[in-house]
């Protein structure tokens, strides 16, 4: 019993308070000492989103072993730990849903899963979202939350990066409307691709963002780097992206967003629920 | 210390020998033709043991031989060469060399990643990585040649694109991110050469083409050696351990179908008839130019989609 009361108990990464983990879900998974965004699991973003019903597709789609790779343990075992350790089937969720009355298709990735890593896999689930907001007229929202292409699928993970990037283009060129949402980390291989595609490019507070990761950077330079630096506030201060918004504000900022899309030539037909926020 | 010139030095010695007993031959009456015969025939064995299976860290080095042919080496090949500069923002980027160009009579776009050969040049290149502002002016370039109707020529030679706190300030990923949106739906020909080096996302930038060819002893990988080996393991130093497993050669490459054709380079590597393998490099995109200018637009950017599109997806059901 004292246990199972203990694992009721996290401690804030950032400032070193004691939370209860139901307290945690119910504030969004935000530290209600000092406003730690802690990362969050893919259907618990999905679950604070969306208005019902979340239709996953490509869920299916499960990775080989393209390279027969193995280092410390296969890597197919490493996939079956990461499954076990994150109830996932892969390092992308991918399907259809509404927010806030508006209809979309929704992308979230998750890091507990090989890091959100993108092979094959994730690459084609975002592929196949794209095409089928193409489709369907949705306008696409993805989450993202990556350390890069995945080294274990080698060069078929990285020729990811060129095949979601057509999706996005087609989409977009067809009149498909986008909004990222860059949350902690993304960086590599996804922030240099579709997360920098988008028509607007959003932030979670404090989330660490950029190409190359913060040790290499320090190795290369052989320097220290600022406390600040990669932060989605750094991000928006050299205008690389278009805001940063706080976990609590997201969802409504969301809506805000998707509003501002209903006449793009690939859109839905205007919400009929009364739920667009004041 | 590269692999590949530690093993050259050995075969360097020979090959003077050799040049040294040649010239006292035709100095004198003696009949030396048998003693060289044989030190050729132990060269030519010698050459075939050290280049005719390489590991793939082999193929690393060879890839960064220090004389291998150079971005600029192709360019300065091409019948004509205009290059234009810069960014329109913040700076010309030396990593990547562009501008107009006439290759076999047809008006190109040519950019090229370029290392640099000495020290001085090094440090101009920034070692052939670029920044932002490179891949910036990648994507002006192919903006002209969309413009124009001029098909696209990259070679792509770089490590990796420059992890240095300008360059993550000055937006990298998005640069790179915008270089592969602008590729992915031009209405001309793209063709990318891997000429040494492909290393990650900021050699794709220049490689999301209609054509990608390799040359036979370049690499192309989704991190380099080093920095796989870092990410993996918190270990730049096991980048030999990290070649190994990263399938990044050119027989690896082609069985995936991620390079459409490999060009063969002779025994001992492409420095070993630098010019040889420029023409040939060139006479390899040239064709593959004229095989891609037979398709409408819509059909060459529908092959394009399919092309990549099909990289790691599931076998159709």
Redesign the interface.
């Known amino acids: 019993m004292a246990a199972e009361e203990a694992a009721q108990w996290t401690k804030c990464p950032k400032c070193g308070t004691m939370i209860y983990r139901p307290d945690l879900a119910a504030n969004l998974w935000v530290c209600s000492s000092c406003g730690h965004h802690f990362r969050m699991h893919a259907f618990d973003r999905i679950a604070t989103l969306v208005d019902a019903d979340f239709t996953e597709i490509g869920g299916d789609?499960l990775p080989g072993d393209?390279?027969g790779?193995?280092?410390k343990v296969p890597y197919p075992q490493k996939l079956q730990r990461d499954r076990e350790k994150s109830k996932l089937t892969e390092g992308v969720v991918c399907g259809f849903a509404s927010i806030g009355g508006y209809p979309v298709a929704l992308g979230v990735m998750d890091f507990n899963f090989r890091g959100g890593t993108m092979?094959?896999?994730v690459?084609?689930r975002i592929?196949q979202l794209f095409e089928a907001a193409r489709e369907r007229r949705l306008p696409c929202v993805v989450f993202t939350a990556s350390?890069?292409?995945?080294?274990e699928?080698?060069?078929?993970?990285?020729?990811?990066?060129?095949?979601t990037?057509?999706?996005?283009?087609?989409f977009h060129?067809a009149g498909g409307y986008y909004l990222s949402v860059l949350t902690d980390p993304t960086?590599?291989?996804v922030?240099?691709?579709?997360?920098?595609?988008a028509d607007v490019v959003l932030a979670e507070a404090r989330a660490a963002?950029?190409?190359?990761?913060r040790?290499?950077?320090e190795?290369?330079?052989r320097q220290k780097?600022p406390d600040n630096?990669?932060t989605a506030e750094f991000?928006l201060e050299?205008?690389?992206i278009d805001m940063v918004v706080e976990r609590k504000e997201l969802k409504d900022r969301l809506v805000r967003l998707l509003d501002y899309g209903v006449g793009a030539p690939l859109a839905p037909p205007a919400p009929t629920s009364a739920e667009t926020p004041a | 210390m590269n692999v590949i010139v530690e093993r050259e030095k050995g075969l360097l010695e020979l090959e003077q020998r050799i040049a040294e007993l040649k010239s006292q031959a035709a100095a004198q009456p003696v009949d030396m033709s048998a003693e060289i015969r044989a030190l050729e025939a132990k060269y030519a064995q010698i050459q075939r043991e050290v280049f005719g299976a390489m590991t793939p860290w082999q193929r690393v080095n060879m890839a960064r031989h220090p004389k291998r042919p150079l971005g600029s080496d192709y360019i300065a090949a091409l019948d004509q060469f205009d290059e234009l500069h810069g960014d329109r923002h913040f700076r010309d980027d030396h990593a990547i060399v562009g501008g107009f160009a006439k290759l076999a009579g047809r008006r190109v776009v040519a950019i090229a990643q370029d290392k640099g050969r000495d020290t001085k040049e090094k440090v101009f290149r920034n070692f052939g990585m670029p920044g932002p502002e490179g891949y910036r002016k990648v994507i002006r370039l192919v903006k002209l040649a969309d413009h124009l109707g001029l098909p696209v020529v990259t070679f792509v030679d770089t490590s990796g694109a420059d992890p240095g706190i300008g360059s993550e300030e000055r937006a990298q990923a998005e640069a790179i991110a915008q270089s592969l949106y602008e590729l992915a739906d031009v209405r001309v020909p793209v063709v990318a050469t891997i000429i040494g080096e492909g290393g990650s996302g900021g050699a794709l930038a220049l490689a999301l083409a209609d054509r990608v060819l390799m040359l036979e002893h370049a690499v192309y990988s989704v991190a380099s050696p080093e920095g796989a080996a870092a990410i993996l393991w918190g270990d730049a130093a096991r980048a030999e351990e990290a070649a190994s497993r990263l399938r990044l050669t050119s027989d690896d490459l082609i069985r995936f179908g991620i390079v459409d054709d490999v060009i063969p380079e002779p025994l001992g590597g492409a420095h070993r008839d630098p010019s040889g393998i420029v023409t040939r490099v060139l006479g390899t995109v040239d064709g593959a130019l004229d095989a891609l200018a037979r398709l409408p637009v819509d059909e060459l950017r529908d092959r394009r989609y399919r092309k990549f599109r099909r990289i790691g997806a599931p076998p159709p059901r």
Do not use: C, N, Y
């Open positions: 789609l393209p390279l790779w193995t280092d092979g094959t896999v690459g084609e592929a350390g890069g292409a995945r080294m699928e080698g060069m078929l993970a990285l020729m990811q990066m060129a095949k990037t057509l999706a996005v283009r087609r060129d960086t590599g291989g922030s240099a691709s579709f997360a920098f595609q963002i950029g190409f190359a990761g040790r290499v950077i190795q290369t330079i780097l630096f990669q991000l050299k205008g690389a």
